[in-house]
């Protein structure tokens, strides 16, 4: 991707806007960006296998900068199953001093959000599930060399993943989300790589959530993605009650394609499940992300939400009480949609080269993959022939002597 793929101008403008973080936490790094004010309960954005913290750059600049919300993306760290995921991220929750959490996931992400929610349902408020699914079943029979994943070189993992990514006729908006996620996984070390890989292939499943169907939204685009249809549907059959929220395009990377749409049903569903922004406090904001207020007022506020409430901790209680009218956020959709609708209309033309060039990029790197690969694999066994016939005549030459 490097001569040929350039960074959005509003990416550049949230890196020199937004701080990245990195704090070590035992044996494990967190990267992840932290924006808004710390009094509003944050939604934490978890990426699929192929993203990084900054594939949710758009939803920080929307939800925090302009509405008031606090949004933290973080990177899935190196981590190879799924009890470890759930200890290293309550580690890094404990860290950061957050405690009640939003968790918005897509893909690999929207499962680990899941399993979270199951092993620590006093923690997790609400779910935001986009393009996920239930269980790893099937992603583990479907790869032969799983047994050896966490030994595979870079280059074959990195080739696994991107040929999960829909490589056909794509809208401009959609081909320049795929661009920016290929540019994103070739910053991944191999260990990431294949910790994530690690994930999908090690059996295991989402157990019964203590969490309300009512405070859950499911948000699909209706094109392609990259998880079977099969495996949707198995996530609507286990809520049911669920909010649904359909995207009529948007690929495998809806918050890079359709922000605004993504945008919209994040804030709609915040305001549901009883999430406050506090968009006077914006401007108060330091370049680190902080917050325009201490954060010991939100610790208070979460220690006083922990404390038992005669209903025996029950989350569906608990988030029934803080839950808002639904007036207000109908009248706030009509209106948003309306802008939606007539933004939706202007289209970049000057976005079509960019398919061209990442055509012509695939295929080059393919070439250049498939010639490695041809060069290791036919001079294999002339190295192990040579390496047989020196260690022979080295046993007859000491035999001799």
């Known amino acids: 991707m490097k001569g040929v793929y350039s960074a959005p101008g509003d990416y550049i403008h949230f890196k020199s806007q937004v701080p990245l973080h990195k704090i070590p936490i035992g044996t494990k790094q967190w990267r992840y960006y932290d924006f808004g004010p710390k009094v509003v309960p944050p939604l934490i954005c978890l990426p699929g296998i192929a993203g990084t913290a900054d594939v949710y750059y758009k939803q920080i600049m929307s939800l925090s900068m302009k509405v008031g919300y606090r949004v933290i993306s973080v990177d899935i760290p190196c981590v190879w199953n799924h009890q470890e995921w759930i200890q290293s991220f309550e580690k890094f929750l404990d860290a950061i001093d957050v405690h009640h959490i939003h968790l918005y996931g897509t893909s690999l992400g929207g499962f680990l959000a899941q399993l979270f929610a199951q092993h620590r349902p006093r923690r997790v408020k609400s779910l935001i599930l986009s393009n996920t699914f239930l269980e790893t079943s099937?992603?583990?029979?479907?790869?032969?060399?799983?047994?050896?994943?966490?030994?595979?070189?870079?280059?074959?993992?990195?080739?696994?993943?991107?040929?999960?990514?829909?490589?056909?006729?794509?809208?401009?908006?959609?081909?320049?989300?795929?661009?920016?996620?290929?540019?994103?996984?070739?910053?991944?070390?191999?260990?990431?790589?294949?910790?994530?890989?690690?994930?999908?292939?090690?059996?295991?499943?989402?157990?019964?959530?203590l969490l309300s169907d009512s405070f859950i939204t499911i948000m699909d685009t209706n094109d392609y993605s990259s998880i079977p249809q099969?495996?949707?549907?198995q996530l609507?059959?286990?809520?049911?009650?669920?909010?649904?929220?359909?995207?009529?395009?948007?690929?495998?990377?809806?918050?890079?394609?359709?922000?605004?749409?993504?945008?919209?049903?994040?804030?709609?569903?915040?305001?549901?499940?009883?999430?406050?922004?506090?968009?006077d406090l914006v401007r108060t904001i330091p370049k680190d992300g902080s917050g325009g207020s201490p954060g010991k007022e939100n610790d208070e506020k979460e220690d006083h939400d922990d404390q038992p409430n005669g209903h025996g901790g029950n989350p569906e209680s608990t988030s029934k009480e803080s839950q808002s009218p639904p007036a207000p956020e109908s009248s706030?959709?009509?209106?948003?949609?309306?802008?939606?609708?007539?933004?939706?209309?202007?289209?970049?033309?000057?976005?079509?080269?960019?398919?061209?060039?990442?055509?012509?990029?695939?295929?080059?790197?393919?070439?250049?993959?498939?010639?490695?690969?041809?060069?290791?694999?036919?001079l294999l066994p002339i190295y192990v022939c040579s390496l047989y016939i020196t260690q022979n005549n080295v046993w007859k030459f000491r035999k001799l002597v």
């Not at 099969?230 to 549907?233: A, P």
């Not at 049911?240 to 359909?246: L, T």
């Open 138 to 209: 099937s992603f583990s029979a479907a790869m032969r060399w799983a047994p050896i994943v966490g030994w595979a070189p870079s280059f074959l993992l990195k080739r696994y993943i991107l040929t999960g990514i829909h490589d056909g006729p794509q809208e401009p908006f959609i081909a320049d989300s795929v661009d920016f996620v290929v540019s994103q996984v070739e910053t991944l070390s191999r260990d990431d790589l294949a910790s994530r890989l690690a994930f999908t292939v090690d059996n295991a499943s989402v157990g019964p959530l």
């Open 230 to 233: 099969e495996l949707k549907d």
């Open 236 to 279: 609507g059959e286990r809520y049911p009650a669920a909010r649904r929220a359909y995207l009529k395009t948007g690929g495998d990377f809806p918050f890079l394609s359709r922000p605004d749409e993504v945008n919209l049903h994040l804030q709609l569903h915040l305001r549901r499940v009883g999430v406050e922004a506090k968009p």
């Open 332 to 378: 706030e959709y009509h209106g948003l949609y309306d802008q939606l609708l007539s933004s939706a209309k202007v289209i970049s033309i000057g976005r079509k080269d960019s398919t061209l060039m990442k055509d012509q990029h695939i295929l080059a790197t393919g070439v250049l993959q498939l010639t490695w690969e041809f060069f290791i694999f036919s």
